[in-house]
């Protein structure tokens, strides 16, 4: 406010009329008078405005029968034809079933690792042991999803490394690639194996905001390494922590397309078809537009409402909340 | 602050403690090594357990098919034309908008920002996007991979953050008092003093680029416009060698391609990663800070 208010009594020389002719008139001269402004912001409103909104608008095919040359408007309503379809389907389920099933286990495994490690992390002296592992731990993040299935699946070959190693110590070869309930074992921890690490750079910093004054204090009076942890750093990253939780079950059914479609393959398809695979195949592949669009559609509801309801109940029990 | 001596309890747990950050230690790192010592050795002894710790047998045959297949020199020059050019429009749409939307005296910010901040939880969906780039007949062109994701909320919410925390009110005020405009405000003042976050960003959208296949796998069918990861994954996970690229070498039996397409994997997996894992170790300390400042909006 202090830049506004300067601006108009020294620069424009307003500042002596009274407030309310500013109120009336501010508004339009502040806009003129910040019109560059504007224009710095423009092509991020044009962009989201026809990329976002503009697929937005085209979501109505999802109650339509699209048909091509009619375009998207011109295409004739059926109602909620295709939701329907898709719910009487065997696959629905299944695909729901799997969606849920593999992201529920991602976040059950994936969650809590980042920050067992950085308590982990918080706990060493050795400031250069500590730098290596960081180091290292990042590191994954920046494999591609491409580069990561491919060692996937050269690593679980019947002669891959992992089968090799086994053998070492005296286990049997298993065909990890043609079982198809494994799919979601390998999904998931070679998700955890390249994401602990980044994960945990953000509770990294939550730990390192925490008052050490209070850690001393409760050594003096006698508390072990283990209860220092569990009553002050644990509750000095709790906010930190249901912020993270907040917006991981808002993405709950928006299981990344890119891995789990690289690791299919037509053995395991009972278990690694999720909807936005589904998605994929029935619009792109078979182009079904309208029955893809409404398989979308509700898959980006069930997100919103997840994200609205676990925002509402962590607003009451806690007081952290994203809105 | 070694006032209180440690307590047994406490040399135990940090023992164990070190063991097992050791052990995440090796977990981690072994895979990334083995790549790369399989890269290089003789995929007839990887396949027979015999490499674990040393390259054996080295034979740099993999590395020599990728350097001489033109498939992949192509998708190379695809994916560095998107990364610098996609970051350049990333950074030019973002940026500004970040600027604007940290001026507090911006009438109609909070309306913009809920515009923005919608596109963050709802999206039109895969065919709808699809529909929009074939209407306006971007489909099969470099402009939809570069386009395509210009900009996103979580990054002008980081830059925004960034420009109200580190840029002093009172420079801003002094330099309009000077008469200063807006722009000259913005490029010649602002820029100067933001490299911190420029570099960030540029460095999360480059990343990002580098790594992406899914607007290619949608948006393109020629394979002249392929970037470098729809290649790998052809090769890599459908292992779709070109007969040509095995055949080139003294190879009469099927045994020998299949050992040699083996190692062609792996020398891929260290070709298509190498650029970012070089750059790794000086940016690493820029990612951390980018993502610390992303922790801190509000």
């Known amino acids: 406010m202090e830049l506004v208010n300067k601006n108009h009594s020294d620069v424009s020389g307003i500042g ?14 502040k806009i003129i008078k910040n019109w560059q402004l504007y224009i710095l912001v423009l092509p991020a409103l ?3 405005i026809i990329f976002c909104y503009g697929p937005m608008y085209g979501v109505q095919i999802a109650f339509k029968d699209f048909i091509a040359n009619k375009g998207i408007w011109g295409s004739p309503w059926v109602g909620l034809k295709h939701f329907k379809n898709f719910f009487q389907t065997y696959s629905s389920r299944r695909v729901i079933w799997n969606t849920l099933n593999l992201s529920l286990y991602s976040l059950a495994a994936g969650f809590p690792m980042p920050i067992l490690l950085a308590l982990m992390l918080n706990e060493v002296k050795n400031s250069r042991f500590k730098k290596i592992v960081q180091n290292i731990t990042y590191a994954p993040h920046f494999i591609s999803t491409v580069v990561m299935v491919g060692i996937i699946l050269i690593f679980f070959s019947p002669t891959g490394i992992v089968n090799q190693l086994g053998k070492l110590i005296g286990i049997e070869p298993t065909m ?7 799919f979601r074992h390998l999904y998931v921890w070679t998700g955890v194996w390249q994401g602990v690490g980044w994960g945990s750079i ?10 050490p004054q209070l850690s001393e204090a409760a050594t003096v009076d006698g508390a072990s390494r283990f209860q220092r942890i569990l009553h002050i750093n644990i509750p000095g990253i709790l906010p930190t922590i249901i912020i993270m939780l907040i917006l991981n079950v808002g993405g709950i059914m928006s299981v990344g397309f890119e891995k789990a479609f690289l690791m299919q393959n037509s053995l395991n398809l009972k278990y690694s078809e999720i909807i936005s695979t589904y998605v994929y195949k029935t619009g792109l592949i078979n182009a079904n537009y309208s029955f893809s669009a409404a398989v979308n559609l509700f898959n980006t509801v069930i997100d919103l409402i997840l994200l609205i309801l676990v925002n509402k109940i962590s607003k009451s029990v806690s007081d952290v909340y994203l809105w | 602050m070694a006032v209180v001596k440690e ?16 052990l995440i230690l090796v977990i981690t790192f072994y895979p990334l090594y083995f ?24 034979s740099f045959v993999g590395y020599r098919h990728i350097l001489g297949d033109p498939r992949i020199a192509s998708g190379y020059l695809n994916t560095i034309i998107y990364t610098v050019f996609g970051t350049f429009i990333n950074l030019a749409v973002t940026i500004p908008a970040a600027y604007a939307l940290s001026r507090r005296d911006l009438v109609g910010r909070d309306t913009i920002t809920i515009i923005f901040i919608i596109t963050m939880f ?3 969906g895969l065919i709808p996007t699809f529909l929009l780039m074939k209407d306006l007949s971007l489909l099969n062109t470099r402009w939809a991979i570069l386009i395509l994701g210009a900009t996103n909320m979580t990054n002008i919410v980081i830059a925004r953050t960034f420009f109200q925390s580190t840029l002093p009110l009172e420079l801003q005020e002094a330099a309009k008092i000077d008469g200063c405009s807006d722009f000259r405000l913005f490029f010649s003042i602002v820029l100067p003093l933001s490299s911190a976050i420029i570099a960030v960003l540029a460095l999360f959208f480059a990343v990002a680029h580098w790594n992406n296949y899914f607007k290619a796998l949608v948006y393109l069918t ?28 003294d190879t009469s039996n099927l045994n020998e391609q299949l050992k040699i397409a083996e190692q062609i994997k792996y020398g891929l997996i260290i070709v298509s990663t190498l650029p970012i894992m070089l750059v790794y170790p000086f940016i690493q300390k820029y990612f951390v800070k980018g993502v610390m400042i992303g922790a801190l909006k509000g």
């Not at chain 2, 307590?7 to 050791?22: A, E, M, P, Q, V």
């Not at chain 2, 020629?222 to 055949?247: C, G, T, Y």
């Open chain 2, 35 to 58: 790549v790369v010592i399989a890269s290089f050795s003789d995929p007839a002894l990887i396949n027979s357990g015999k490499v674990i710790l040393l390259p054996k047998g080295i």
């Open chain 1, 202 to 211: 953000i509770y990294l910093a939550a730990l390192s905001g925490i008052d």
């Open chain 1, 176 to 182: 990890f690639l043609s079982k198809d309930y494994l």
């Open chain 2, 222 to 249: 020629n394979e002249k416009l392929f970037p470098l990861q729809l290649i790998l994954r052809e090769m890599l996970i459908k292992s779709e060698f070109d007969a040509q690229m095995i055949l080139t070498g």
């Open chain 1, 46 to 48: 044009i962009y989201f």
């Open chain 1, 16 to 29: 002596r009329k009274n407030k309310k002719e500013i109120g009336r008139h501010g508004n339009l001269h």
């Open chain 2, 7 to 22: 307590t047994r309890g406490d040399k135990i747990s940090n023992f164990i403690n070190y063991i097992l950050l050791s």
């Open chain 2, 122 to 124: 709802f999206s039109g």
